[in-house]
Every structure is written in structure tokens, then in C-alpha cells.
């Protein structure tokens, strides 16, 4: 009796080794060809599973999304349900720091995606944009919540100082690819950083920050 195939298994498995293939020689390099050869299939089998390279490469990006989701889930439930919302901040700030291999494996193919979505109209659009999206809005709400515990300042934006939280650990973390720095510097600038948004509870009612 033949072997049932298990599409998504197949699908999942070529979508690994285009992260592998571009984690190795970059996404630039990637070929269809080359991934192909990384996961041990026929090009044909490849070509069945997606028309194009550019959904493939859609593909991954939506399941280094997912796998990195569900990490930010994690370190979130590792920090309990008791953690002050600066404790959550952190826990979704520091993925993005790249520490593991996985996680420098989506930093890479990410960062390297948003270069060649601006140049390539395959590409372009704004799927690589849902998930910093949804992270603006989480912290958004954490910092909000903050706010109102007492443990940040009233008078700051909640929306402004989400965008430059995502703006410092997206920088750091590409300053750990580069090798300008290690993790370790990494997150205790962002420690610092976080320190200086949440000083223990600010409380004020001269008005808005100007």
C-alpha cells in the first residue's frame, strides 16, 4: 500500500531548508535550485509546491513570523502572569536580539526580505509589516497599562515611546549581526534604556511632555 504524503509536511520541509540555504549564503543566493538541493527533493518537486521563488519566499516569511510569535509567547508566560508590564516589555523586546540560532536564522532572512522588498515588486507590499504592527500594539497597550499602575510617566506618549522601543531593539539587534556587538551589550542597553522608562512609578500632573 503506497505512502499517504503529508503536503504540509513536504511544504514545511522545503520552506526549512530555504531558511537554512539563506541563513548559510544569504537570500540573495537562494535559487530554487539551491533549496532544492538543501532539502534533498527534485526541483520539480519544489517548483509543485510554489510557482515562483517569491512564494517561497513569502512562505518562509510567514513561518519565521509564526516560530518567533510563538517565542515572544513564551518568554511572555515564562515571565508569569504576576510581572509588571515593564517585566513583559522586556520579554518581547529581548527576541529581538538575536541569541540562538533560530533566532539569528529570522533576523537574518528578515532584515535581508525588507532590503529586497523595496527594490523587487514581488515582493513589495506590506506582509512583512503585520507582525512589528502587532508588536506596536501590544506595547502600546503594556506601556498604557504601565501608565496606569503609576509605573511610567502619565504625560508620555504610549504610541510614540512603543515606536522607539521597536526602533532601539531593531537597531541592537542588528548591530549583533553585524558583530558590532554581543548580546550580552545588547540587552543591557535595552535593560538601560527600559530602566529609564520605567524609574519605579513617575507620577505628575504639570501636563503634557513637550
Known amino acids: 500500500m503506497p505512502k499517504l504524503v503529508d503536503h504540509e509536511e513536504r511544504r514545511a ?3 526549512d531548508a530555504l531558511l537554512r540555504a539563506a541563513a548559510s549564503d544569504g537570500l540573495h543566493a537562494v535559487t530554487m535550485r539551491s533549496v532544492a538541493i538543501e532539502a534533498g527533493v527534485s526541483v520539480r518537486l519544489v517548483q509543485y509546491y510554489f510557482d515562483t521563488k517569491e512564494q517561497l519566499l513569502l512562505a518562509a516569511l510567514g513561518r519565521l ?6 517565542r515572544v ?26 541569541t540562538d540560532d533560530e533566532s539569528r536564522t529570522f533576523h537574518l532572512v528578515y532584515t535581508e526580505y525588507a532590503v529586497l ?3 523587487d ?14 508588536m506596536e500594539g501590544f506595547l502600546v497597550a503594556q506601556l498604557t497599562a504601565a501608565q496606569q499602575a503609576g ?16 526602533a532601539v531593539s531593531a537597531g541592537l539587534g542588528l548591530s549583533v549581526l553585524l558583530g558590532q556587538r554581543t548580546a550580552e551589550d545588547a540587552t543591557a542597553v535595552l535593560r538601560y534604556h527600559l530602566g529609564r522608562l520605567f524609574p519605579g512609578g513617575v507620577k505628575s500632573e504639570s501636563g503634557p511632555l513637550r
Do not use: N
Request: a negative charge; aromatic letters at 0%; charged letters at 30%.
Open 13 to 15: 520541509h522545503i520552506i
Open 65 to 70: 513570523a509564526a516560530r518567533m510569535g510563538e
Open 73 to 98: 509567547r513564551d518568554r511572555v508566560r515564562a515571565a508569569g502572569s504576576s510581572t509588571d508590564p515593564r517585566g513583559i516589555v522586556e520579554a518581547v523586546l529581548l527576541e529581538a536580539v538575536p
Open 117 to 119: 522588498s523595496v527594490t
Open 121 to 134: 515588486p514581488a515582493l513589495a507590499g506590506r506582509s512583512h509589516l503585520a507582525a512589528p504592527d502587532e
Open 151 to 166: 509605573d511610567t510617566d502619565p504625560r508620555l506618549d504610549a504610541r510614540q515611546e512603543a515606536v522607539v522601543l521597536l
